[in-house]
């Protein structure tokens, strides 16, 4: 695979390519996780891919997927080109702060790629039949040039639940047709859920949207039909193609032998009981209090179960700089839970995990990747959403789907989640009747995702006919 760390510098796909993809990921860890999977899934139609980001997002996405980029068998057709960015502070993450805010000047950073992006796409136009260029909605403002390029178009990356997209959009159009009441009554809020910078950073990009092609989703029919076929309705779509192709990080549920190679913590799931783990990891923004993180410390030790923790600071718009101290585990924790109990300071390969058999419950944040993870592989949610999507995700895997039970509530978001609620809903889920029939839906709903997504499945048969509109003559 290429790598080109220089500015601007163009690897052109060989002359006998018609088409060539360009992939414009948001800088953020989450976005960036989709559409490495997006590269990866579209260069097995033998399609070269063209990934551009700044130069220090390709640098944490090397990092991250360097196995994953390594194990690629298309490997050659995927290159990276890496952007420079004027320089910007990063600040620490802010646990008082449900939002990612300390984010933000990595965000503002991306503005400044509109150039070299549309450098590189009019060089790789004239030597390609068609340029495709796949964007996520919040670099709109980004490839907003494109349009002036003859024989270049543009496709939305949808990051976040079809489910989330629907509401918010059907509530920016003054709800244009009528939904069940009863849902929308119980349907949480979007107070609270973003900052007002990043709100006036979707406003930028929101002129720049409508000259697109379609829209793809990291999601399936299996999952989120009902809500793919709102969003099909032209009182919301204005005859936009629509492509559901996910989940991306579908993986078989497998256990995994142990290895030196392994993870730490794969190899303490190795000597677990089938369906006996629950794993807790909140992503790669969010940051816990001392108060919360002694909360729910103390009721992962009263709940008597096994337990992954994934304790980390929040990531920080450079990943590389000094990271965040992160708040201090009660005296004596890991002690006392030797045996039954994990602790994972930093990075942790979050789909082996889900994937593991030992794995049986997952206590979530609902961020839209860890939500997919979760239901390919067929493990029940406690949710905990923070930000964003995450409330009407968390609300989308408790009520709708009814794969999850509730730690945290959004209407509740400026409270602490005591000890006593942690102990009581891993209890629940892991170990209760009431936990044993979510898991028997979870395991179900996997299953119809997985046929989903192997050949002859929905998800697949749309991903064949994004590649065939995207190759189409003339």
């Known amino acids: 695979m290429e790598v080109d760390e220089r500015n ?24 960036l996780n989709q559409l490495i999977h997006l590269s990866r899934l579209i260069s097995t139609y033998k399609i070269p891919v063209h990934f551009v980001t700044t130069t220090t997002h390709i640098r944490q996405v090397r990092s991250r997927f360097h196995d994953f980029i390594s194990r690629s068998a298309a490997s050659n057709l995927i290159h990276f080109h890496a952007l ?37 796409i009019l060089s790789l136009s004239s030597s390609t039949t068609r340029v495709a260029v796949i964007h996520d909605f919040m670099m ?10 003859p024989n270049a178009e543009t496709y939305i990356f949808r990051p976040l639940s079809a489910f989330h997209t629907f509401w918010l959009t059907w509530e920016r159009l003054s709800r244009p047709f009528p939904v069940d009441p009863g849902m929308l009554k119980r349907l949480p809020s979007a107070d609270g859920s973003l900052s007002p910078e990043f709100k006036e950073f979707v406003k930028q990009q929101l002129p720049h949207v409508g000259y697109h092609v379609g829209e793809l989703y990291d999601s399936s029919r299996a999952i989120e039909g009902e809500y793919l076929e709102y969003l099909e309705r032209e009182e919301l779509n204005d005859y936009k193609k629509l492509w559901a192709i996910g989940p991306f990080n579908h993986a078989d549920r497998t256990s995994f032998t142990v290895s030196k190679n392994h993870h730490k913590c794969l190899q303490w799931l190795d000597l677990q009981p089938p369906t006996s783990v629950v794993y807790v990891s909140f992503g790669t923004t969010t940051t816990f209090t001392d108060e919360q993180i002694t909360e729910l410390a103390i009721g992962l030790e009263r709940s008597q179960q096994r337990f992954i923790w994934v304790v980390r600071a929040a990531d920080k718009g450079d990943v590389f700089e000094d990271e965040a101290k992160m708040a201090d585990l009660p005296e004596g924790f890991e002690e006392r839970v030797e045996g039954r109990g994990l602790v994972v300071r930093g990075w942790a390969p979050q789909t082996e995990i889900l994937g593991h058999v030992a794995t049986g419950g997952f206590m979530t944040h609902c961020g839209w990747n860890s939500c997919t993870e979760s239901i390919s592989n067929g493990v029940p949610m406690a949710t905990w959403p923070m930000h964003s999507d995450q409330p009407r995700n968390a609300f989308l895997m408790t009520d709708v789907l009814r794969i999850g039970l509730v730690v945290k509530n959004w209407e509740h978001r400026d409270e602490l989640v005591t000890s006593v609620v942690v102990e009581d809903v891993i209890r629940r889920l892991m170990d209760s009747k009431e936990g044993e029939d979510v898991r028997e839906r979870a395991v179900e709903l996997a299953d119809t995702v997985k046929k989903s997504v192997v050949e002859g499945g929905e998800s697949s048969k749309e991903t064949d006919s994004f590649i065939s509109y995207i190759s189409r003559h003339g």
Not at 93 to 109: G, I, K, T, V
């Open 8 to 31: 601007a510098t163009v690897h052109s796909p060989s002359p006998v390519a018609e088409v060539v993809v360009v992939m414009v990921p948001f800088v953020a860890q989450g976005h």
């Open 140 to 149: 709109s403002y980004v490839v907003q040039d494109v349009k002036a390029i």
């Open 84 to 120: 420079p960015t004027p320089p910007f502070t990063s600040p620490h993450p802010n646990p008082s702060s449900r939002f990612p805010s300390h984010l933000q000047p990595a965000f503002e950073s991306s503005l400044h790629l509109r150039r070299p992006v549309a450098d590189l």
